[in-house]
Nanobody, 117 residues
Framework: QVQLVESGGGLVQPGGSLRLACAAS????????MGWYRQAPGKQRDMVAL???????NYADSVKGRFTISRDDAKNTVYLQMNSLKPEDTAVYYC???????????WGKGTLVTVSS
């Protein structure tokens, strides 16, 4: 089994910054990709940012230029640096891991980010 534990959420004012972290542990043979998704109340869960094992990144259009995803392979940890936060960024942020070669998806329990004055 694979466990993902997110941290770093909280309340921040518009224009502020937060850094999320997701630590993976357990039976990890190989990782295809890790990423962040978010779900606002009453909305579907959407991709925010992904990073593959080769280091390629992909971002949702709404966060390009404001959010940066990175990883520390030695720690099996992925980060999401969020700058210039907006109220519409308010959501529960979930960490995702896609295992290789199985393609199985694993999810964290989520961390709440609230952007409000």
């Amino acid at each position: 089994q694979v466990q993902l534990v997110e941290s770093g959420g909280g309340l921040v004012q518009p224009g502020g910054s937060l850094r999320l972290a997701c630590a993976a542990s357990g039976s990890i043979s190989s990782i295809n990709a890790m990423g962040w998704y978010r779900q606002a109340p009453g909305k579907q869960r959407d991709m925010v940012a992904l990073i593959t094992i080769l280091g390629s990144t992909n971002y949702a259009d709404s966060v390009k230029g404001r959010f940066t995803i990175s990883r520390d392979d030695a720690k099996n940890t992925v980060y999401l640096q969020m700058n210039s936060l907006k109220p519409e960024d308010t959501a529960v942020y979930y960490c995702n891991l896609v295992a290789y070669p199985t393609g199985m998806n694993y999810w964290g329990k989520g961390t709440l980010v609230t952007v409000s004055s």
